[in-house]
């Protein structure tokens, strides 16, 4: 900042060289100005680098490594000729300060207060790093004269224990050594591959667009185009078939069908209640109709073969009485199928008309069996 301002300089009347050396000192301000203002307690303001990951004690935050903070640098110790500084610093989310040393003999930052350091450290052994000697060792290789033939030793198993890796970086380092022909097959192989993606995504679109579909279509499996090629797809009718078997069951079908009952009964009540309606509605068109019933007249009683001539000129007469129930039984008939109670007794009526037949046929015989007489 001094430097950056000592620029186009304005030195006043009264500035004598010989005496005031610098602006600053005419002025009575310290080059570094506000970085400078606790240097009377040997503490200098700094701009600190997180060194690793840490949580602050205070928020239990995560700070990450590379974040940087204004920190009082301050000297508190020396490793033989090193010093050993102090950085302390405010946390940018809460109120807590944490401190922050360096660590000389193991090249690393140690945390005082405030906060802890997230464990991410290794062996540098175990990841084959050049692990620095230590000062013990160091003074004890200066020292001892078989510590240092056995560290030499030591050594030379580990120089021959790298020849092959080294020859093997040596050999890569050679296929490499062309730029541009490395460069061109790798461009080459570039072109290839982003032509057959354009292909297939070409071929892609065009099927997409036939079957007039929105969808993402997934790379070809070859066991599913295995599976594909042995199904075979096939209808068991063609539509002329159909079409035919469908003619047949019409013909086949009677014109007249009577109608099914519009309830159906599930429950053995249900049942019951329908079959005792039915009989009882049986009993009244008997009833209606005359049939079942001793008072009604005969057609093989005395007294309607009295009535009737001995002569006989081919013409078998009829009695009123029977024209007459002939005709209201056909109109209860007609009736009774044209309503829909009637509809649900269908099969007492069948057997009504049935009777009234060996009824009107008994009665033609007992005509003619007369007149012989």
């Given amino acids: 900042m001094g430097e950056r301002k000592g620029v186009n300089k304005y030195y006043p009347p009264d500035f004598d060289p010989a005496k005031h050396k610098s602006l600053d000192k005419y002025r009575g301000t310290h080059p570094l100005r506000e970085r400078a203002r606790k240097l009377h307690m040997g503490i200098l303001i700094i701009r600190f680098e997180m060194p690793y990951n840490i949580w602050c004690g205070g928020c239990n935050s995560h700070i990450g490594m590379g974040v940087r903070y204004n920190a009082e640098k301050s000297k508190v110790g020396m490793y033989y000729t090193t010093p050993i500084y102090k950085f302390r610093m405010k946390c940018h989310l809460c109120d807590n300060h944490f401190e922050i040393k360096t660590d000389p003999q193991n090249h690393d930052y140690v945390i005082i207060s405030g906060a802890r350091r997230k464990e991410q450290r290794w062996d540098p052994k175990e990841n084959e790093q050049i692990v620095p000697e230590d000062k013990a060792s160091q003074k004890k290789l200066a020292t001892d004269a078989m510590y240092k033939l056995e560290h030499g030793v030591d050594d030379k198993a580990k120089i021959k224990a790298t020849i092959p890796s080294l020859r093997q970086i040596e050999q890569i380092q050679s296929q490499y050594k062309d730029d541009y022909m490395l460069n061109k097959l790798a461009r080459q192989k570039f072109r290839g591959e982003k032509k057959s993606i354009k292909r297939a995504q070409d071929a892609d679109n065009a099927l997409l667009a036939r079957s007039s579909l929105d969808i993402e279509l997934v790379e070809e499996n070859p066991e599913d185009v295995r599976l594909a090629g042995l199904m075979k797809y096939s209808i068991t009718e063609s539509y002329e078939e159909k079409q035919k078997q469908k003619r047949e069951e019409i013909e086949a079908r009677p014109l007249f069908q009577a109608k099914s009952p519009t309830t159906t009964a599930t429950s053995p009540t249900d049942i019951k209640q329908l079959t005792n309606k039915d009989t009882s509605h049986a009993l009244e068109i008997k009833k209606k109709l005359g049939i079942g019933s001793r008072t009604n007249s005969s057609p093989f009683s005395t007294a309607t073969v009295a009535k009737r001539s001995n002569v006989n000129f081919g013409i078998v007469r009829k009695d009123k009485t029977m024209n007459d129930t002939n005709e209201k ?41 007369g007149s012989d007489v």
């Fill in 329 to 369: 039984i056909h109109d209860k008939s007609a009736s009774s199928l044209n309503s829909n109670d009637d509809d649900q007794c269908s099969d007492t009526v069948i057997q009504t008309k049935n009777a009234l037949n060996c009824l009107i046929s008994s009665y033609a015989e007992s005509d003619s069996s």
